[in-house]
């Protein structure tokens, strides 16, 4: 490869800067004609026009398996069940910290109530009992603002928040919201003192 106009010096000077016309070495010429030549396959190979899924597809296979692999929350659960979850102290306090992360936001730490109605009085909107309030936790009231936990905690959690939910009935925290709803009067879990 040795050329003798290898170490001419071109006629330019940038700020006494010079350089030599040394053409790109052969090898890196060819790498770089190869690359080209490997454009129309690799545009045609995967995506729309030819083989293989594509990214879009891809990824939407991944949700698809991801979602399968983890199936929503049951949208009803028996009041039973959720019973018993409430007189676990272990599952109660799960439930406490789920509800600390994903609902004090809107119904305040102690549940007094924010943006959210007052979960510690004995009034409900969407029904007291343990089923019905897991329910409307599972599903949310998407209209008002309550968002739909069912894919977003898992089976377990809403479970366990539901019954940390079903526990601060009658705590009484100081400034909570006014009662909303009416209160159930086949709520399981006892009405707090002076309703
Ligand atoms: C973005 C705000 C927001 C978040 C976060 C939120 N909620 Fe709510 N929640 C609301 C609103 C608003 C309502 C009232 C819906 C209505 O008026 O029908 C509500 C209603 C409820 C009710 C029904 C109360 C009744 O009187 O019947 C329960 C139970 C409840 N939320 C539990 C939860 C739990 C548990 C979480 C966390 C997993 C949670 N919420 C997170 C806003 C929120």
Known sequence: MANKDEDR?????YDGIQEYDNPMPRWWLWIFYATILFVPFYYVAPGFMGEGPGMVAEYEADVAAHQAAQPPAPAAMDDATL???LNDKDEL?????VFTKNCAACHRADGGGLIGPNLTDAAWIHGGTPGAIYQTISAGVLAKG?????RILKPDELKEVAAYVMSLKGTNPPQAKAA???VDSTA????????
């Open 188 to 195: 399981a879990a006892p009405a707090p003192p002076g309703n």
């Open 93 to 97: 306090q799960e439930g406490a910290e």
């Open 9 to 13: 010096l071109l006629a330019h000077d």
């Open 83 to 85: 019973l018993a979850v």
């Open 146 to 150: 309550m968002p739909a936990w069912d």
């Open 180 to 182: 909303e709803g009416t």
